[in-house]
């Protein structure tokens, strides 16, 4: 079955640049989508089809989706950002989440 | 504003059938393109996908949880029930159901801890 990777975790300082991947088999191909998660809370939805973002979400969160990897890029990195993070894909019609990566906020 | 709300026991015995019920509102399940689907998360752990069910009434379910997985639509009362059968206490998790469109999951609900033991 089809399984997307992430890195368990990613560390920034404020106001810099986060980046976090996905990699899979021809990811490129299908459409990756980002959730965040913060501790006690429901996975919100921050990109959808590779770099749409949903209304209310800053525009500090993009993505990009190319050959084998798809990454969420936060820019200008603030506190209240520090969550996990979840890839997610779609492989014949059904849905696969990526492990799972802790974004600290130093 | 679309609101989703997963309802069901918050124990269960091993062996047992789990059924669980997403009440929803906001939206109708009878429009092209809408679904909704299960997620859930073991404590401390990943997401892990569960079944999807569209307006047409296609479903989904994960390769791995095929077999004792069932999900239905009772679009009158605006309600998805996922049934999963054989239940172990690798299955206490929190279970959550959400919005699905074309290609997001959008929004979840609040989600439902669910522990299985005896």
């Known amino acids: 079955s089809y399984e997307v990777t992430q890195p368990p975790s990613v560390s920034v300082f404020p106001g810099q640049t986060a980046s976090i991947t996905c990699s899979g088999d021809k990811l490129g191909d299908k459409y990756a989508s980002w959730y965040q998660q913060k501790p006690g809370q429901s996975p919100v939805l921050v990109i959808y089809q590779d770099i749409k973002r949903p209304s209310g979400i800053p525009e500090r969160f993009s993505g990009s989706n190319s050959g084998n990897t798809a990454t969420l890029t936060i820019s200008g990195t603030q506190a209240m950002d520090e969550a996990d993070y979840y890839c997610q894909a779609w492989d014949t019609s059904t849905v696969v989440f990526g492990g799972g990566t802790k974004l600290t906020v130093l | 504003q679309i609101t989703l709300k997963e309802s069901g026991p918050t124990l269960v015995k091993p062996t047992q059938t789990l059924t669980l019920t997403c009440t929803f509102s906001?939206?109708?399940?009878?429009?092209?393109?809408?679904?909704v689907g299960w997620i859930r998360q073991p404590p401390g752990k990943a997401l892990e996908w569960l079944a999807l069910i569209y307006w047409n009434d296609d479903k989904r379910y994960s390769p791995s949880l095929k077999s004792r997985l069932t999900i239905t639509k009772d679009t009158s009362k605006n309600q998805v029930v996922l049934t999963m059968t054989n239940m172990d206490p690798v299955d206490t998790a929190t279970y959550y159901c959400?919005?699905?469109?074309?290609?997001?999951?959008?929004?979840w609900g609040q989600g439902t801890l669910v522990t299985v033991s005896s």
């Open positions: 906001g939206f109708s399940l009878n429009i092209s393109g809408v679904g």
């Open positions: 959400a919005h699905s469109g074309s290609n997001w999951i959008d929004p």
